[in-house]
């Protein structure tokens, strides 16, 4: 029998143009197709855990897609249901990762998991707060996030906490729906984890926003220019130490 049961999710925007909220000059949208960082560090790690074969259960799950302009695509001011029934006021479609994330977060809690963790380039705002080479912890856990800190520390991955401040979820509210995907530009990151925790009930859970670190512009002694796989050793020290 297994020790634990975990749930990793992953973003998995295979591109992200913005949608209608198109990427305008200088966004950097060329750079796009690393909006699929946290599902592929959600599946480095299960390449690795699965070798290791450690005695533990762990669902990895990607809500893979891409944000286009398309006929079809969502637009500002429609109203999506979740898969939890909660509804959500579209109120910049560049904001799309949240949106695939809460359905995964519920069907994580499904399987009956003792721990949910998520990545994702959620958003520039983490970038602004923490730089390029340190990703954002926010979980109202704090065994969780203790495990997840000293997971990172031993990864040599550089992770920071961050507050849950309840109060910026009044930024969320919707006149029309339970809350909208966006909130004010300040606290962006902060807004963006506490839209996600509406979709957890019970199980202990951390959203990482690994926005800053999973891609660099510069050759050092350790990555070339690209992907750096930032993640993987976290995730996979979590999975097997605790």
């Not at 669902?59 to 429609?78: K, L, Q």
């Not at 721990?115 to 983490?126: E, K, N, P, R």
């Not at 902060?190 to 690994?210: G, Y």
């Amino acid at each position: 029998m297994p020790k634990r049961k975990l749930a990793i999710i992953g973003k998995g925007l295979t591109f992200d143009s913005g949608g209608l909220n198109i990427k305008g000059a200088g966004s950097g949208i060329e750079t796009m197709k690393m909006d699929m960082g946290g599902s592929a560090a959600a599946l480095g790690a299960a390449k690795v855990i699965g070798q290791l074969q450690p005695e533990v259960e762990v669902h990895f799950i990607v809500a893979a897609t891409e944000n286009m302009i398309s006929g079809h695509a969502m637009r500002p001011g429609d109203i999506l249901t979740a898969s939890n029934g909660k509804t959500i006021e579209i109120n910049n479609t560049d904001a799309e990762g949240r949106l695939t994330l809460a359905d995964a977060l519920v069907f994580a809690e499904k399987l009956g998991v003792d721990a949910i963790v998520d990545l994702a380039t959620l958003t520039g705002a983490c970038v602004v707060a923490l730089g390029d080479d340190i990703a954002g912890l926010w979980t109202p856990e704090e065994e969780l996030s203790t495990q997840l800190l000293q997971a990172s520390e031993s990864a040599g991955e550089k992770l920071w906490r961050m507050p849950m401040e309840e109060k910026y979820f009044e930024g969320l509210k919707s006149p029309i729906a339970d809350m909208k995907n966006t909130g004010p530009r300040a606290g962006g990151s902060i807004t963006a984890a506490l839209f996600l925790k509406q979709f957890v009930k019970e199980t202990p859970w951390a959203h990482l926003d690994v926005a800053g670190p999973v891609w660099t512009d510069k050759e050092n002694g350790y990555n070339n220019a690209g992907a750096t796989g930032y993640g993987v050793r976290t995730l996979v020290n979590w999975a097997i130490s605790n």
